[in-house]
């Protein structure tokens, strides 16, 4: 069996190799440490004025990065 480069996959194609070989805890493994990883930004805070359009922009840029 050849060793799998998963530091090769983007997010997207870790997460979809993992769903279809679901007994390879090394990807599991692998795409948890990367969700551990990410940076977590705090976008706003519930008393600010700007809220609903912070978390607006927030949303469009999630999706654009996709």
Partial sequence: ????????MSDREL???FIKHR???????????????RSLEVI??????????KIQTAIHQQLNDR
């Fill in 44 to 53: 706003t805070t519930v008393n600010d004025s700007d809220f609903d359009a």
């Fill in 15 to 17: 997460k979809e190799y």
């Fill in 1 to 8: 069996m050849s060793q799998i480069d998963y530091s090769a």
């Fill in 23 to 37: 007994e390879d805890t090394s990807a599991l493994q692998a795409y948890l440490e990367r969700r551990r990883r």
